[in-house]
Every structure is written in C-alpha cells, then in structure tokens.
C-alpha cells in the first residue's frame, strides 16, 4: 500500500512540476510577445510624429508659396520672375564623334585627355 501511495505521489508531483513548467514558458513567451509589441508601437509612434511633423510644414504657407516659386514660376505682385534657360543642360554629352568612338577609346579619353 505504501509503496502505491508512493507511485502515486510521484506521478502526481511530475504533472504538477510538468504544469508548472509549461506555464512559467507559456508566460516568458508572453512577455517577449508584448515586449516585442511595445518597440514596434515606439516605432510606429516615431514615425506618425515624423509624419505629422511633415505634414504641418506642406500645409504651412512657406512651403506652399516655396512651390509655387520653384515649380510653377509663380511670383510675387511688384517682384519679376527671371528664367535662365541654360542650352548646354538640354544637350547630352559627349559630340556624336565620341558617341562613334569604341568604349574603350572613351574611357582612355576620360581618363587620358591627351592620348
């Protein structure tokens, strides 16, 4: 009788200690859950303030008239909009004689004006 007592007691205590483990393992993946969670909220918050930031200076009036200057040419009553039209950016580079050359020739001319 003892001796099944025995038994009994140690099958009982492997499936409490057995239990117990589980738990304590199902918890420590639970907080690494959560902690994982909370940097990605950090980061997610850093970025809307990043992103409203952003979005409060295009709705400024600066950045509005700054793109109608650049990009639309607009101006000012009283100032004069000067466009400078510089011929030699329109042109690619290199002459069609270079563009004729074998690559080899253009990269030594490149490096060797020269040669």
Do not use: H
Not at 21 to 44: A, C, F, G, V
Not at 58 to 78: H, I, N, Y
């Amino acid at each position: 009788m003892r001796k099944l007592f025995g038994i009994f007691l140690v099958i009982f205590l492997f499936v409490i200690v057995f239990n117990l483990s589980r738990e304590i393992w199902n918890s420590y993946q639970s907080i690494k859950e959560i902690s994982k969670t909370e940097e990605e909220l950090d980061k997610l918050q850093k970025e809307q303030e990043k992103l409203k930031a952003q979005l409060d200076f295009r709705k400024s009036d600066f950045f509005v008239e700054e793109q109608a200057r650049d990009k639309l040419g607009f101006s000012k009553p009283g100032e004069e909009a000067i466009i400078i039209k510089d011929e030699s950016l329109l042109t690619k580079p290199g002459t069609s004689e270079e563009r004729n050359l074998p690559n080899w020739r253009r990269w030594l001319s490149l490096f060797c004006e020269s040669c």
